[in-house]
């Protein structure tokens, strides 16, 4: 593949901003990351748990669908048509017994296999049904989050998630979920610049942690060679509640200690736990400058009502497109996409000093995991950097 | 109060609430809900498959005082602010026990952005559930706004 025309900075530290939107960096992506050889979660199995339960989604720009069939797996199909390319489902989330494609009336089972063609007598004489089966991406779970992949070449998905395994279990648990719902938010940014967040701002850009004078305890920040970044953070009790006329907003109820667990993995999906909200963020990049993020969240199957109550409660208010101490990450996203309309580089500040490689731990206030996620994307995209 | 009275009080108050809405006006706006008042705003994909989730929950007085401190004291100048204005069409006022009314309504918000353009920022239905006192003043027990517009096309800084 040709060498794309950008000028990418000698120095680690540094992006040049029309990364955020060059268009023909923006098909690369589409290409070499969405149907690369990367794990993309497309879905909890909460969000399926019956046969016959599907769920519709993107990978990239490309529809997909999730359909847990009669024989209790869940596979993972492109939602189109073997025959002509039709859109299959329509629906975010259904229930049905087969797949029935509007156009010609071919029929596929839950499992994907092509049972009925109408009008096959006449068809070419080569025309074999099994070579019309529903087009199946590789998926793996994990977890109880289900991962695809279009390409052979991607590795194992544990091999994957490598360093921040463990933290699966700190936000899921035993796995055993129950969906409460989605809130869905379209961004005016760059898929990128919605995933460039970071622990230095947390503080500072989101007041609320200031006015309840809400401090995070002891946590690393990890990141790793595919370019994942996890966070593992205690949380301390809110001293100040007072500013809160109902305080079981930021109240820990499961019986552990509050903590802010969050695996952000590349390119886009986000598993995260904070305090008793479980909440797994997928993103689907329409274009340079449009990205729409669905925000599912989830309760224990053990919950009693009461506890059920109060994650839906902290759920619907905290840490969503319109969340107490999250809206504000949505205005900078909006914003970066603006300002970086403007010729040069940014420059990563706080934690950077001399080079590091991935795995590594790094400042869980600091954006020096920025760069290493940078230059993971700039690796797979085959940019070369300026020399110095 | 005289049954005849009762949509004029109804149609007073939900014009109250978008107008206080559109002029961002919270006391006025908390001012629409009574004590025991709460309000919802949830998608309708969420509400027809009877996932509980919504996109503010304030089911108590507490709550709604608090979603006026997020605007005016957390986030304020952070965000990149937006213009509304609240349409709103009454479908049905039903009678529901003692001063107590069901209504629905229709609504449609447009937004204006600072960049100067403006468009519908949410479409739906609200399903409230209206007290009209003796003295003809109507307040929200529950205000629920369900958003036909499943993926918002910008984060929903303000109550719809």
Known sequence: MSNLAIRWPANQAEL???????????????????????????????????????????????????????????????NSCTHRGTQLQTQARGHAKEVECPYHRWLFNTCGDLLAAPGSESFP???????????????????????????????????????????FAKVLGDSRLTLLGYQKVMFSSNWKEYNDNEGYHAPLLHRAF???????????????????????????????????????????????APKSVIIALFPLATVLKHIDVINIRLVIPHSVDETEVHYAYFAHQDDDSAMLRHRLRQSSNLLGPSGFVSLEDGAVFNRIHQGSMTPGNVRYQKGIGAPIAPPCIVGQNDESANPLRWEYYRKVMEIERERL | MNGSNVPAAVDALQSR??????????????????????????????????????????????????????????????????????????????????????????????????????EILVAGCYADQVIVGADGTAKFRAKKAVLDTTTTPRYLVYPV
């Not at chain 1, 989604?57 to 199909?77: N, S």
């Not at chain 2, 990149?80 to 039903?94: A, K, M, P």
């Open chain 1, 125 to 167: 004489e080569s025309f074999r049904k099994q070579d019309y089966n529903l087009r199946e991406l590789r998926s793996s779970d994990y977890y109880g989050v289900i991962f695809v992949t279009a390409s052979p070449a991607a590795p194992a998905l544990e091999d994957y998630l490598g360093e921040l395994k463990p933290l």
């Open chain 2, 17 to 118: 609430y978008i107008s206080s809405l559109d002029r961002r006006d919270f006391d006025a706006w908390l001012g629409c809900f009574d004590e025991q008042g709460s309000y919802i705003c949830i998608s309708r994909e969420n509400e027809e498959q009877s996932l509980p989730l919504a996109i503010m929950m304030d089911d108590s007085r507490e709550r709604l005082k608090d979603r006026v401190s997020y605007i005016t004291q957390v986030w304020a100048g952070t965000f990149e602010d937006y213009w509304t204005r609240h349409f709103v069409q009454r479908l049905e006022c039903t009678p529901n026990g003692a001063d107590s009314y069901l209504v629905v309504s229709n609504f449609t918000v447009f937004y204006t952005s600072a960049r100067g353009g403006s």
């Open chain 1, 16 to 78: 040049p901003k029309a990364a955020f939107h060059r268009e023909d960096l923006f098909q690369r992506e589409i290409e070499r990351i969405f149907l690369g050889p990367e794990w993309h979660p497309v879905a909890h199995r909460a969000e399926l748990p019956k046969p016959g339960d599907f769920k519709t989604f993107r990978l990239g720009t490309a529809p997909i669908i999730a359909i847990h069939g009669e024989d209790g797996k869940i596979r993972v199909f492109f």
């Open chain 1, 210 to 256: 200031r006015l309840l004078k809400w401090q995070a305890g002891k946590g690393t920040q990890r990141a790793t060679e595919y370019g994942h970044v996890g966070l593992d953070a205690e949380l301390q009790s809110v001293p100040n509640s007072d500013f809160l006329n109902d305080p079981s907003l930021v109240q820990c109820r499961d019986g552990t």
